[in-house]
């Protein structure tokens, strides 16, 4: 192959002797580390990519590995990505060129405690949401950085799992629109100056207080569609370096009717009453009737108007392809919906 470090690749040799492979030893020569940074990559990335399943790292660089640095490395991230279930560090694949969905799957690495930075330059034929699953990752160390990727859809509230997270989680520079999830207060031990960054979306509603138990250094929230103020759990927060362009000023346009009170032993369904909800979500219940929050409708379901109690199933010929969609589309010629 035209690379730049091409040494016994597509040779007869054994895969260890290949630029970039390092093996767990030379009899058994399963691939344990895998660094093509910077190689004048070109093409797809294979679906058997996910046959290396005993690849544990991308490298031993910290911001570089894997296949970092090839931006004519094209095409759809495989779903076979999500058998490396024995990968630890540095999955990159920034200055790449990838285009459809972050795979759900790579939900599967729950071992990956160091660095996830995938580079999509083409935007989404259906959205590119943030996959739920990312919250099942054990990210201890590492950086999450999906920063300038063209998401679409809301910030998933699984993100606030990453209980262990200590560096970066960048999602800011997409398309990004929603509520900013509660559970995002739960990213307690990101260090000072480790941000959690949802700059330069479209996020609306209120600055959750829950945000106010992060590190007062580690939140960025700038250039979206924020209001009614700062939260006075916030009020340490460098509110011109951390709030700056939003709609703090003006009153949000609705807030959330309180629920009455049930008693312990009641059996009484809740009555579902106004809520902060705009179109293309619902305020999500626990059967005791707490409220938790808002929760973007999901593919094939939609929310067309504000305060509603549920999501509506799409009709025979119509589809919802992403997350908070707010009505259905007509299915593409060739493809059907019968539900």
């Known amino acids: 192959p035209s690379w730049f470090d091409n040494v016994n690749w597509l040779s007869s040799d054994s895969c260890c002797s290949y630029a970039g492979v390092t093996c767990d030893s ?28 005993s690849l544990t790292s991308g490298g031993l660089a910290q911001y570089y590995g894997l296949l970092d640095g090839n931006p004519s490395l094209q095409g759809t991230l495989p779903s076979q990505i999500g058998r490396l279930t024995n990968f630890k560090k540095f999955m990159n694949m920034e200055g790449s060129a990838f285009s459809g969905k972050i795979p759900t799957q790579l939900g599967n690495l729950v071992q990956l405690t160091e660095q996830l930075a995938i580079q999509f330059e083409a935007e989404g034929d259906e959205g590119r949401p943030i996959p739920s699953q990312l919250g099942q990752l054990s990210m201890n160390t590492g950086i999450v950085y999906l920063a300038f ?54 996020l609306t509603f209120t600055i959750p207080t829950e945000l106010g138990k992060l ?20 009020a340490a927060f460098d509110s011109e370096y951390i709030f700056n362009g939003n709609n703090l000023e003006e009153e949000c346009p609705e807030f959330p009717t309180p629920l009455p009170s049930l008693s312990p032993t009641s059996t009484l369904v809740p009555t579902f009453a106004p809520t902060r909800c705009g179109p293309g979500s619902f305020e999500d219940y626990d059967s005791d009737g707490t409220g938790r929050g808002c929760t973007p409708c999901p593919p094939g379901k939609f929310s067309g108007e504000k305060s509603a109690p549920m999501c509506t199933v799409c009709g025979a010929g119509k589809v919802a392809v992403q997350w908070g969609s707010t009505s259905c589309d007509l299915c593409a010629s060739g493809r059907y919906n019968d539900d």
């Open 149 to 202: 990727n063209k998401l679409t859809g809301s910030v998933p509230s699984e993100i606030g799992q990453l209980t262990n997270a200590k560096n970066h989680i960048y999602f800011q520079n997409n398309g990004l629109s929603g509520i900013i999830p509660t559970q995002l207060g739960n990213l307690m031990k990101l260090s000072t100056s480790r941000q959690l960054n949802l700059g330069y979306n479209s």
């Open 215 to 234: 590190p007062t250094a580690s939140l960025n929230l700038v250039h979206n569609k924020l209001c009614s103020g700062v939260p006075t759990e916030l």
């Open 26 to 53: 030379w009899i058994t020569a399963n691939v344990v580390e895998l660094d093509l940074t910077f190689n004048s990559l070109d093409g797809t990335l294979p679906t058997q990519f996910g046959d290396l399943t």
